[in-house]
């Protein structure tokens, strides 16, 4: 029973075993620059892809640009220099980051603008209501008398019925 | 109260009814939003020094792209795409267009064979093992081809396969005015 077990368990690490070696493995010199290594490929968007990080897509091209990433850690290179170099081969597309350009502002101006245009109508519509009461607030004779009248005829009609 | 402002709602609804039909009628003539552009366009081409594909030690570097317009493609034999443009890039080749071929990230014995069955539209085969030059070119996927001037200088970048009706509309005009510039 346990030789057989044993066997089966074998079999199992024989056919994980190939898994196990397509997970890329990196060493790295030191803690900090194993951190700057997963900010960067979280950071760092997959250009093949449409909304991946290069550490979250296994396209070949990801792979490509982690490796790439890597070497250059390795080699020293610091963060900002990575994302320049990425940067100038595909472009603002390939940071999840972007700089502020003319292209880029409305991600930064658009919600402004939204809360300014919201907060603007919000304000001119109270105003508006405001002047609405207080011209049905006047009262003047004419008024009185229509009211007057009103109320006459109401009494009229009751005295009738009874 | 103003009546009208209870319309509001329905005319946000229409212009966005426009916008979004805009759009997927522009994507239906061919307009993909999964496009980038080439932050490449304007810039010679990069430094490189690579093998030839058939003739490992054959070195080249970037002067091959001075001298008069050609044509970059990227290619593969993974690259399913890239099969179904080749014959028009033969068609081209024959019609006098230069081509260089970038072999991409692919097996030298595969892509030698690939090319001696279905013949070899390029001037020049260069072999992009680990993709390097690939790299520095932005390229994102096979096939891309790039459009570039007399003076090396990348002028446009085609994503997809190249067929006549985008050569026509697009390639062809800018490469005739590429031929004209360098006259």
């Known amino acids: 029973m346990i030789k057989s077990m044993r066997a089966f368990l074998l079999l199992l690490c024989a056919v994980t075993l ?57 080699a020293g290179k610091s963060e900002q220099e990575i994302i320049d170099y990425m940067i100038a081969r595909y472009g603002n597309f390939v940071t999840y980051n972007p700089p502020v350009t003319p292209v880029t502002s409305v991600l930064w101006l658009g919600p402004l603008a939204v809360i300014v245009i919201g907060f603007g ?15 049905s607030e006047t009262w003047d004779e004419d008024k009185e008398a229509k009211l007057k009248a009103l109320l006459e005829e109401e009494n009229n009609q009751g005295e009738n019925k009874q | ?20 039909g805009t759009q997927l009628a522009r994507n239906a003539d061919g307009d993909d939003p999964t496009k980038l552009e080439s932050v490449l366009i304007g810039k010679t081409v990069p430094e490189f020094r690579l093998e030839d594909l058939a003739e490992p030690g054959k070195l080249y570097d970037q002067s091959i792209f001075v001298g008069e317009p050609l044509l970059l493609n990227v290619w593969a034999t993974w690259c399913p795409t890239c099969y179904a443009e080749h014959q028009y890039l033969n068609e081209l080749s024959q ?40 790299l520095d070119l932005g390229v994102y996927g096979a096939p891309e081809t790039y459009l570039i001037d007399a003076n090396g200088v990348i002028r446009y970048r085609h994503v997809g396969d190249v067929n006549p009706t985008n050569w026509e509309e697009t390639l062809q005009p800018m490469y005739q005015q590429f031929l004209q510039e360098a006259k």
């Not at chain 1, 109508?121 to 011209?135: G, P, Q």
């Not at chain 2, 402002?5 to 916008?19: D, G, K, R, W």
């Not at chain 2, 030298?108 to 260069?126: C, D, F, H, M």
Request: glycine letters at 6%; proline letters at 3%; aromatic letters at 10%.
């Open chain 1, 18 to 74: 190939p898994t196990i070696a397509a997970i890329d493995v990196h060493e790295f010199d030191s803690v900090e620059q194993e951190q700057q290594f997963k900010e960067l490929s979280a950071t760092l968007r997959c250009p093949k892809c449409q909304n991946n990080s290069i550490g979250d897509s296994n396209a070949i091209l990801a792979q490509d640009l982690r490796q790439k990433v890597y070497e250059m850690l390795k």
């Open chain 1, 121 to 135: 109508f919000i304000f001119i519509r109270s105003r508006k209501r405001k002047a609405v009461r207080s011209i």
């Open chain 2, 1 to 20: 109260m103003n009546r009208n402002i209870l319309f509001a709602p329905l005319a946000f609804f229409l212009i966005l009814v426009v916008v979004f």
């Open chain 2, 95 to 134: 019609r006098g267009v230069k081509i260089i071929g970038l072999n991409y990230k692919d097996d030298r014995n595969k892509a030698v064979q690939w090319l001696t069955e279905l013949g070899n539209p390029y001037l020049i085969s260069l072999f992009d093992g680990d993709g390097m030059l690939g």
